[in-house]
């Protein structure tokens, strides 16, 4: 279980205007503070010298610089650009309090970044006013990159989440067989936490089960439910069914997960049986796309399509059981619809009938085979992530 805390959520901010005025005339520091008095949410500051003037800017954290231009010991014009060029001021907010009214002296100040610019003395009334202005507008600003960062740290700690959730559905699949049957699959999860879920094990010496299921929708409840239907399978919560009847099983399972009891979920499955000593497959499915079966490249190609409706849709679907010679040296291509769902050109699909000139086109003997369909689909995706997850097992029949 995981107990770390959501990020915490950014403390308010005081809305009292803070203000910084430097200024080497004390009788100008004097006649601003006297101005600014009459609003008691008005918190001052003077600086003198304008060597101090950054320093003393990020000590106090103003909300509002009000900076004079012409300093025995600075220029102001440079002390406007060191502002922005300083981590701790490069956004606040910052009044030009100059006695120089030419419109070039006002055009650089804003060129090196001021905010505003004004003749002094101003009118208290103007002066606490553009105070009050610009003071609003960087708290609210400060307020929202706040929101922003929390939530940053919030999806990055929610992506960390997902991926330990993909992490977890990765090591329940099931290694590659190798043996009388050998299979092989290829999983590459989706952006989203996605619900493909497949296993296969011996049920006795002579009867291998296969199967595949896709939830519908993505994130931690589609995940959750694939993980929960294929631990049904495997352990054996749908126990007192024979294993070995496709039909019994997807019935069992669709009685187990009703759609209405997990949030309107549902989720889609192929179920094979395969038989080693006669070489039938039986078989059945619920809504999922049809595995290819394929006994060499110039062979006929079967698609082995299940008639019953999604697992959870309807309490009474039927689930018949249908059944294929899986014959010497064929092999079996299981694939979620993330394989498929993939467009050659806008509006154009390239679907169940492009990955069957895939398959008709490759040997399924060679070890790259799943790797090659992966690089085709993405590809044809043109993307560095796939919208659903791919999921493929190659079974090859001895």
Not at 359 to 376: K, Q
Request: aromatic share 8%.
């Amino acid at each position: 279980m995981n107990t770390a805390a959501p990020p915490a959520a950014p403390a308010p901010l005081s809305d009292n205007p803070i203000v910084l005025l430097v200024d080497d005339q004390l009788i100008i520091g004097e006649a601003v503070r006297r101005i600014l008095a009459v609003d008691p949410r008005i918190v001052f500051h003077f600086c003198q010298k304008g060597a101090e003037a950054l320093a003393t800017a990020a000590r106090t954290k103003p909300t509002v610089i009000l900076q004079d231009l012409v300093m025995p010991d600075a220029d102001g014009l440079d002390l406007v650009r060191g502002y922005r060029q300083q981590e701790a001021t490069t956004l606040t907010p910052l009044i030009v309090l100059s006695s120089k009214e030419e419109g070039s002296t006002k055009a650089e100040a804003f060129a090196r970044g001021a905010n505003d610019y004004i003749v002094k003395l101003p009118d208290p009334v103007e002066l606490i006013a553009r105070i009050r202005y610009h003071s609003r507008g960087y708290l609210s600003l400060l307020q929202r990159n706040e929101a922003f960062e929390a939530l940053h740290k919030s999806q990055a700690a929610l992506a960390a989440e997902l991926a330990k959730a993909a992490t977890y559905v990765r090591s329940l699949l099931p290694a590659p067989l190798a043996g009388p049957v050998s299979i092989d699959w290829r999983f590459v999860p989706s952006a989203s936490l996605g619900g493909d879920c497949f296993d296969y094990f011996w049920i006795d010496d002579d009867h291998l089960a296969i199967y595949l299921l896709d939830v519908c929708g993505h994130g931690v409840g589609p995940a959750l439910l694939g993980v929960s239907a294929m631990n049904a399978v495997r352990s054996g919560v749908i126990g007192g069914v024979n294993a070995r009847d496709p039909s019994a099983v997807l019935g069992r399972l669709n009685a187990a997960f009703p759609m209405e009891h997990h949030h309107n979920m549902f989720f889609t499955i192929w179920y094979g049986v395969y038989q080693r000593s006669t070489r039938r497959l039986a078989y059945s499915g619920g809504g999922h796309p049809p595995p290819l079966l394929m006994a060499g490249p110039r062979s006929p190609l079967h698609e082995l399509e299940g008639p019953g409706l999604p697992i959870g849709v309807m309490s009474d679907s039927d689930f018949p059981t249908l059944s294929v010679e899986a014959s010497a040296g064929s092999s079996l291509l299981l694939y979620s619809d993330g394989v498929t769902e993939v467009f050659t050109a806008p509006g154009e699909l390239w679907g169940t009938r492009g990955l069957i000139g895939f398959v008709r086109g490759n040997d399924p003997a060679d070890p790259s085979y799943l790797d090659r369909l992966h690089a085709t689909v993405m590809s044809i995706a043109q993307r560095d992530v796939l919208g659903d997850d791919f999921s493929t097992v190659l079974v090859r029949f001895p």
